[in-house]
């Protein structure tokens, strides 16, 4: 009992040091010198704050502008779970003339975007106006000034896209600045409504309508592999065709062309989300990661695991075919012993545990080590970055030429995650006989994942749901109780063959 109340008191001590230590500044605080570089010739800075959460900045009784901090105005979650703590700075024509980001948890801005890269997307503020419609990547739209989005990190962009020029539109309308602002505060209103909530947030969907049309497409047809599966595993041929073609999409689409490979990162983010207040706003900001956290959610309640693991994750798609490729070459694979097997799965599971326990000190800290995943090196940023990330991924792609899906089995913190959720699954459609690892174990040699014991049984956290040793239960050529039920009735229609000229014969003899 000791030990457990001394436990719990180091992870009490550890979440309060976390929130002192990450406590987010405030607009009260602020310097006149932290300005001069916006505002060279200023001699004061109000000590009233205005609503909602501004400060005005003068020379000499003379208003210059206004400063103030948009995660006190429009406090919008980013990809951590947390906003993006930006200072912004306006003059009196509304016009941004200075903007700094000042604290952030961002794993893709922690580990993976250039200073350079982070400078060049918020300098392209820099002479907006409080009341132009700014929108990422969409310069072609009538109406609305596009400006270009940081490579790799699309939710991170449009988070602070938004953040930014809703906090400066409300500073600007409640200051009348410019003067047909006066007239935007009489038709809208500071505070949004629900429906102009859901409006806003259905916006980036219109944009990329045709990737979601794709992607539930692609969802839809992996509904209905779900639903006929035991009509598609008994025509080995279309479903193996079916099924790499499947993984191919997987690869191309999800991982490459719409940027949605989840990533433990997601689902830690995931709780500091509900830690800090849930909304919709973040998770809507990209429709195809949002379609495929849906699809995975639903997946793990009817199915477990598996079915994201094996049809839906890039990286284990990439594994998967690199594998196949090599035993179609006959180049040899090698699988540990059971008891090693099994105990190595146990890794997944301790990093899983460390980065959650990590994650409640520094989010961003646990973003960093949360790189034991190569998704952001060969997906998100596809191989451009530092030597060590690139050689570290590409070693566990050479792995899985000879032990398949070899980081996915031991070392997945993501799967591990996913396989404690999937204990409370609906469904069960693994078929087994009761001849199943008594004696036959044909299927446990098919399995890719190891995850069929000596004794028959599917082990369902560790099953990717890849389907194959069901297509061994329906094949007369691979399951041995029905290799002899085959040759029973081979030999009986031979014999039946042998018999039914003999009698003929005989028939017509007696004529």
């Known amino acids: 009992m000791g030990l457990v109340r001394w436990l719990m008191s180091g992870l009490l001590m550890l979440v309060v040091n976390s929130a002192l230590a990450l406590t987010p500044p405030d607009i009260a605080n602020l310097q006149l010198q932290d300005l001069k570089p916006w505002f060279p010739e200023a001699t004061t800075l109000a000590q009233d704050i205005g609503q909602p959460g501004y400060r005005l900045v003068y ?16 406090p919008i979650p980013a990809y951590s779970g947390k906003p993006i703590v930006t200072l912004i700075a306006m003059d009196t024509r509304a016009a941004i003339i200075g903007l700094k980001i000042v604290q952030h ?8 975007v250039k200073e350079s890269d982070l400078n060049r997307f ?5 002479n907006l106006f409080a009341l132009d419609k700014v929108r990422v990547d969409a310069s072609n739209r009538p109406g609305y000034v596009g400006i270009d989005g940081i490579s790799s990190a699309t939710i991170t962009a449009m988070v602070l896209n938004r953040s930014i020029m809703a906090s400066a539109k409300k500073v600007a309308i409640a200051l009348s600045w410019p003067s047909q602002a006066a007239t935007m505060s009489a038709t809208i209103p500071i505070a949004l409504s629900e429906a102009d ?4 947030r259905l916006e980036p969907w219109l944009d990329q309508l045709p990737t979601i049309i794709i992607l539930v497409s692609a969802l839809g047809l992996l509904l209905a592999i779900l639903f006929f599966q035991d009509w598609l595993v008994r025509k080995p041929k279309l479903f193996n065709t079916l099924r790499i073609f499947y993984l191919l999409f997987t690869v191309i689409f999800i991982g490459y062309i719409f940027s949605a490979q989840l990533s433990i990162v997601n689902m830690l983010a995931f709780i500091q989300t509900l830690s800090h207040g849930f909304t919709w706003d973040t998770l809507m900001l990209d429709p195809a990661m949002f379609l495929i956290w849906s699809f995975m959610a639903a997946s793990i309640l009817l199915w477990g695991r598996g079915v994201f693991c094996g049809w839906l994750c890039p990286f284990g798609a990439i594994q998967e075919l690199i594998h196949k490729a090599a035993q179609k070459l006959n180049l040899p694979s090698f699988e540990f012993p059971s008891m090693i097997h099994e105990r190595l799965w146990a890794i997944k599971y301790f990093i899983l545990i460390a980065l959650v326990g990590i994650s409640l000190d520094s989010f961003s800290t646990a973003a960093a080590m949360a790189e034991v995943e190569p998704f952001k090196t060969v997906i998100t940023m596809k191989f451009s970055r530092e030597w060590g990330y690139v050689t570290y991924a590409i070693a566990l ?4 030429i000879f032990n398949s899906k070899f980081f996915c089995k031991y070392l997945c913190a993501l799967g591990a995650g996913l396989s404690i959720l999937g204990r409370f699954r609906i469904f069960d459609w ?9 004696p036959c174990q044909a299927c446990a040699s098919l399995c890719q994942n190891g995850a069929i014991k000596p004794t028959g049984e599917i082990i369902d956290n560790e099953c990717h749901f890849c389907l194959d040793c069901q297509v061994a239960y329906w094949n007369e050529h691979v399951c041995p109780p029905l290799v002899e039920k085959r040759k029973r009735r081979e030999k009986r229609e031979r014999a039946h063959n042998q018999t039914v000229p003999v009698k003929i014969i005989e028939s017509s003899q007696d004529s």
Not at 122 to 126: C, R
Not at 197 to 200: A, H, L, N, P, S
Not at 397 to 400: A, C, D, E, H, R
């Open 59 to 74: 020379n000499n009784g003379e208003v210059q502008g206004a400063v103030f901090y948009s995660h006190q105005i429009t």
């Open 197 to 200: 909530r859901w409006k806003q």
């Open 430 to 438: 693994m078929r087994r006989r009761n001849e199943c690892g008594k």
């Open 397 to 400: 792609l050479v792995i899985s």
């Open 122 to 126: 918020t300098d392209q503020y820099i």
């Open 105 to 112: 948890e961002e794993p893709i801005l922690v580990v993976g």
